[in-house]
C-alpha cells in the first residue's frame, strides 16, 4: 500500500516570504496530522485532522500558521509570513480509525523548509 | 500533563552487542506507548507499540520493550546491534486525554551509533 506523500521534500525561503506544504494520506485513514521537527527535538503536534473537521490546533501559531483539508483527504500547511524560527522539517502522518489513542500513526518523509 | 524523557541523547555501541535506550514517561492515565525510528532523510517509522496488554512487546528488526509501571519506564532493547540500526530513536506516549484524541508526545529522541 501507498505512504504517505508529501511535497515539496525541500524548500528555502527568505523571511516574510509565504510557503505551503502538501499532504496525501494513506487511503482510506480517516485522521491527519502535521506535526514540526526543529533540528534536535522531536516532533510537535502543530494540528490534527479528524475527516475535514479540526480535532486540536491547540499548538498551532496562528497568527501565520493555517491547514486545512477540505475534502476530507489531502491537506495543505501554509506559513505566512515565515520567520527564521519556522526553520524545521514538516512532518505529515496519517491513522486509520477516529483517532483513538492506540491508533497507529503513519509517517511521511516530511519537508525541510530553510528560512533565510 | 504527559511527558516523556529519553536518559541518553547519544548512544554508542559496538556492531553484535547489546542495545539499551532508555525511556520514563508520566502520564495522569494508562498510557499507550510508542517508539519510532528515524533514520536520515526518512520517515519515522513505528517499531513497536504498547496497549495495555502484554507488558514485554516486540517489535520489527528484533527491539523489543518492556513497560514498567512502578518505574514508569518503557526502555527499548535489542540483543545484538547491526549498523542498519544507526539512526534517531523516539520514545512516545499517548494517553488521549490531553486535548484532542490520540495526541502523540515525542521525547527529543536518542541517537544510536554503531560502530563495525
Known amino acids: 500500500e501507498a505512504g504517505v506523500a508529501q511535497s515539496p521534500r525541500y524548500k528555502i525561503i527568505e523571511k516574510r516570504q509565504s510557503v505551503a506544504f502538501w499532504c496525501n494520506p494513506i487511503s482510506g485513514h480517516a485522521t491527519l496530522y502535521w506535526y514540526q521537527q526543529i533540528l534536535g527535538q522531536g516532533p510537535k503536534l502543530l494540528i490534527q485532522f479528524q475527516n475535514n473537521g479540526v480535532v486540536d490546533d491547540s499548538q498551532l501559531p496562528k497568527d501565520r500558521f493555517s491547514a486545512e483539508r477540505l475534502k476530507g483527504v489531502d491537506s495543505t500547511l501554509k506559513i505566512q509570513p515565515a520567520k527564521l524560527e519556522d526553520s524545521a522539517v514538516y512532518l505529515c502522518?496519517?491513522?486509520?480509525?477516529?483517532?483513538?489513542?492506540?491508533?497507529?500513526?503513519?509517517f511521511g518523509p516530511g519537508t525541510r523548509l530553510t528560512v533565510l | 500533563a504527559q511527558s516523556v524523557t529519553q536518559l541518553d541523547s547519544h548512544v554508542s555501541v559496538s556492531e553484535g552487542t547489546p542495545v539499551l535506550l532508555r525511556c520514563n514517561y508520566s502520564?495522569?492515565?494508562?498510557?499507550?506507548l510508542f517508539w519510532y525510528v528515524q533514520h536520515p532523510n526518512k520517515g519515522l517509522q513505528l517499531l513497536l507499540k504498547y496497549t495495555s496488554a502484554a507488558t514485554l512487546v516486540k517489535g520489527i528488526n528484533g527491539f523489543e520493550a518492556e513497560f514498567k509501571k512502578s518505574e514508569t519506564s518503557f526502555h527499548l532493547t535489542k540483543p545484538s546491534a547491526h549498523m542498519s540500526d544507526a539512526a534517531e530513536y523516539f520514545c512516545?506516549?499517548?494517553?488521549?486525554?490531553?486535548?484532542?484524541?490520540?495526541?502523540?508526545?515525542f521525547g527529543a529522541g536518542t541517537r544510536l551509533a554503531v560502530h563495525p
Open positions: 512516545v506516549v499517548s494517553d488521549g486525554f490531553s486535548g484532542g484524541y490520540n495526541k502523540l508526545i
Open positions: 502520564s495522569s492515565y494508562s498510557p499507550s
Open positions: 502522518a496519517s491513522s486509520l480509525g477516529a483517532g483513538v489513542f492506540t491508533d497507529t500513526q503513519y
